[in-house]
């Protein structure tokens, strides 16, 4: 037994002595339980909102600061013709546009009634019916408020645009393309170049007539090729199959889709670099880009209603930028003014990774 105490305290020595294994062992648990808890959550909070008041009257006001009272919308934006919505929903800038009728107050007092438009951008479907349906709810306890003494009613029209069937399926075609070549790419990157590294074969294609840069565009040459065939497969079965729509530039997505992958391989091999083993290199795949591709990316849960660290922990997730990218391509047929932001993210993104990895190679060779 006092062997077997020693062997015991000896392992313990070992694994307090591993950061990686403590950060396994007690930082994962902690940061799913965070993410899980915070993270994964149908509500939503703080959407942005835009405003086309055509009464411009004191029951048009009074609707507004009850939105505005809720915690579900932030409405600050107020547009002046129904020409800016589509630009305004091309923007990405908000996700609603409420539209009040020409002398809204008046017909309240005259008719009885007035229309309000609920406006929605549904390439996220299951946002925008929750959008609608929070937007009637603030409506209809307005009404109810007022309607003992007034026996008003407010005509609550909702439209969906670039997806008025709210097919799940216009949602999931772009995060499913996202998540695949994420993994394809960095994560088979990754392990692929980890394999020579833990082989020690590495070093002897580095020290061979090719460059080193020739070695690692060669190691991962064949993953852009795959995840282009993926892309292509994922697109084509949501357009025959499904019936997505493309109503932007194939090219456009064409060039967008090799960028992301370009980025995926980037961060892939940026992770093969400090990575000793394979195992090390498949746990922070998949546990540092699983996770956080599936959950910080806007793929299900809205980041809006998430906590202010977590919509800040999501910017520097590229999926992130790459769906918003996809649905914009896609569903709205945007061209590449209104995604730009976006697209420069990724391409910073992408410089970061391959500095990072060059001066880590270059430290590796001294």
């Given amino acids: 037994m006092k062997r077997f105490r020693g062997f015991v305290k000896k392992e313990f020595f070992h694994i307090f002595r591993d950061k990686r294994s403590l950060f396994i062992l007690f930082g994962m648990p902690i940061a799913q339980i965070l993410l899980f808890g915070f993270a994964i959550t149908n509500e939503i909070n703080n959407v942005e909102v835009a405003i086309l008041d055509y009464a411009k009257d004191s029951e048009s006001e009074k609707i507004i600061q009850k939105l505005k009272a809720s915690d579900y919308f932030n409405i600050e934006n107020e547009i002046t013709n129904e020409k800016a919505i589509a630009s305004e929903f091309k923007k990405g800038k908000i996700k609603a546009v409420l539209l009040f009728e020409k002398d809204f107050s008046k017909k309240l007092q005259t008719e009885k009634k007035a229309t309000i438009q609920v406006i929605t951008d549904a390439t996220e479907p299951n946002i925008a019916n929750t959008i609608a349906n ?202 590449l003014q209104y995604i730009a932001k976006e697209t420069m993210i990724l391409v910073v993104m992408t410089t970061i990774f391959i500095g990072l990895s060059i001066k880590k190679y270059q430290t590796r060779l001294e």
């Fill in 134 to 335: 929070y937007t009637q709810s603030i409506l209809l306890n307005y009404q109810n408020q007022n309607s003992s003494a007034n026996n008003i009613g407010i005509d609550i029209q909702t439209r969906m645009l670039y997806n008025p069937e709210l097919k799940s399926v216009f949602n999931f075609v772009p995060g499913v393309m996202t998540v695949i070549l994420m993994l394809v790419s960095a994560m088979m990157t990754s392990i692929s170049i980890t394999r020579e590294k833990e082989l020690g074969t590495m070093e002897v294609l580095l020290v061979s007539p090719l460059k080193p840069f020739q070695v690692i565009i060669g190691k991962v040459f064949p993953y852009v090729f795959l995840s282009i065939i993926n892309a292509i497969v994922i697109v084509s079965m949501g357009y025959f199959i499904f019936g997505m729509p493309i109503n932007g530039s194939l090219f456009l997505l064409a060039f967008e889709s090799i960028l992301f992958i370009v980025t995926a391989l980037s961060l892939g091999i940026f992770i093969s670099t400090i990575s000793k083993t394979q195992q090390t290199a498949m746990m922070i795949s998949l546990m540092g880009l699983m996770l956080p591709v599936i959950i910080l990316s806007g793929f299900i849960f809205p980041i809006a209603s998430m906590p202010l660290p977590m919509q800040v922990m999501s910017n520097i997730i590229p999926a992130k930028w790459f769906i918003i990218i996809v649905k914009s391509i896609m569903l709205k047929g945007v061209g």
